[in-house]
């Protein structure tokens, strides 16, 4: 990113104060008719196209059956914790060992983990092991929502002034918005949003900066953008503008016109004013949509998927860049059903492979599109699940393990701390809880980084950054 001088920084800081002050007009246009932002952001420097997306498991996703200790002594213990069979083959909620022979990992470059710590992939992700194997996907251990680095003793202490906790944790609601936004349930702006409020002005159509498959996600939501919510076949029409309405002209007009003629009232003229940019947009990404034609198969395994047809449309999209002018772009998609208390091994299998396919072929689109090195893909989740099992599956945990994929990734590596595969360890809070040894704040600022944000801008996108000893944990090139 080129040098930005200081008058230049405040200037942006005071516009972003300034935006601030009417994003509450942002909250007010219907998400579900894909509303725009309002106005140009802050000056952001873009000379190349990147794209940051998030792939959100919902649910809780179960990282020891996702990223699985594959060593012998280490598998042992995991087996033993979660009722696994004689002979190390699978039982109550543990995998057997030989089913994870394909999948093993072996690091490109040698790397010595806790307790001599060897890992294996789930069974099912093959592909996420071949681009693990390829450099293009690394593994970050043991990450969370954090607003300190805590130990254990700090957990537990009474003195929550110093070692304040994330707020309600366990709660899937609020620590997917933690997640997120880096605050409780009913926050307003997620991280990708304000990454977004940087990168707006950098876009000559900056309604196109964040843009979601997945419904309407905090994530998206700056101070100055607004997400854009786009269906897996494209853009969403609103009903009787495209065409027709019951087959007379005369009522299309008038339903447009009312809902987009200015108004002497504030409120009813910005709304007007969004729908008007919305009805525009919807043309103009139907045009870009239909000049992109992708060969790679998004169903190899044929079947239903959800997660492949919303990453497909980010791909089409992505394709069309040049012809939506944008040089910054976040996404966001989601694959739920991972709240597994019950039926964990039949469940998560299945899931495993739906995210295998999705995101293996997400990533051979970008190799297709020519901008593998211009995307990168991460998953994050409500939360990690206890390592102890509960008859039929796990219960809500804390930290987990998560995959960041793309061509400017540093893969073939371990990230972060490996946790001890135990129970009753300094790592974890209780039935193998485990507490994060890496934040969520510093996983989001080596992506910012890579990004385009500059060092002293990141604090306006992650308030927490300054508590943590490093903002940049190396898994980007």
Not at 160 to 184: C, E, G, M, V
Not at 411 to 421: L, M, R, W
Not at 443 to 469: D, H, M
């Amino acid at each position: 990113m080129a040098f930005i001088g200081k008058a230049n920084l405040l200037s942006r800081r005071a516009f972003l104060q300034r935006a601030a002050q009417l994003s509450f007009l942002g909250t007010a246009a219907p998400l579900a008719m894909n509303l725009a932002a309002f106005g140009e952001a802050a000056a952001f420097d873009t000379s190349d196209y990147k794209a940051l997306v998030c792939v959100f498991l919902n649910g809780g996703n179960d990282h020891a059956n996702t990223v699985v200790p594959y060593d012998t002594t280490n598998y042992d213990l995991y087996s033993a914790i979660r009722g696994g069979g004689s002979g190390r083959t699978q039982g109550g909620a543990a995998l057997a060992r030989a089913d994870l022979a394909a999948t093993a990992l072996t690091p490109l470059t040698a790397q010595t983990l806790t307790d001599n710590m060897q890992y294996a992939l789930a069974p099912e992700l093959t592909s996420l092991k071949s681009l693990f194997s390829a450099g293009k996907l690394a593994v970050q251990l043991n990450v969370g929502p954090l607003l300190t680095p805590l130990t254990l003793a700090q957990y537990n202490s009474s003195n929550r002034t110093a070692y304040p906790l994330p707020p309600k944790l366990f709660s899937h609601n609020d620590q997917q918005s933690i997640w997120q936004s880096l605050a409780s349930e009913g926050a307003r702006a997620g991280w990708g949003g304000r990454l977004a409020d940087l990168a707006l002005s950098g876009n000559s159509t900056s309604s196109l900066t964040c843009i979601s498959a997945s419904g309407n996600a905090v994530y998206l939501s700056g101070k100055t953008a607004v997400q854009y919510e786009i269906g897996t076949g494209g853009a969403t029409a609103i009903n009787g503008i495209v065409g027709p309405k019951f087959g007379r002209s005369d009522l299309s007009n008038a339903l447009r016109t009312m809902i987009t003629s200015s108004s002497a009232n504030l409120m009813e003229n910005e709304y007007n004013k969004v729908t008007t940019r919305s009805i525009a947009l919807q043309s103009v990404v139907t045009s870009a949509l239909s000049g992109v034609n992708l060969t790679t198969n998004f169903h190899p395994n044929g079947g239903a998927n959800k997660l492949a047809d919303q990453l497909k449309i980010v791909a089409r999209l992505i394709g069309a860049r040049t012809a939506l002018g944008v040089k910054r772009q976040v996404f966001f998609v989601s694959l739920g059903g991972f709240d597994n208390h019950d039926g964990l091994m039949t469940n998560h299998p299945r899931l495993m492979g739906l995210l295998n396919e999705a995101m293996g072929q997400f990533y051979q689109a970008t190799v297709e599109l020519g901008v593998a090195s211009k995307v990168t893909t991460f998953t994050a989740s409500d939360f990690g699940r206890t390592l102890s099992y509960n008859g039929d599956g796990t219960d809500h945990g804390w930290g987990g393990h998560h995959f960041v994929m793309g061509g400017a990734v540093k893969g073939g590596q371990f990230y972060g701390t490996a946790p001890h595969v135990a129970i009753n360890t300094d790592d974890q809070v209780g039935q193998g809880r485990l507490l994060p040894s890496t934040s969520v704040d510093q996983l989001a600022a080596t992506l910012a980084t890579w990004f385009g944000v500059s060092a002293s801008e990141l604090p306006t996108v992650l308030p927490n950054i300054g508590r943590f000893a490093t903002s940049n944990l190396g898994f980007m090139a």
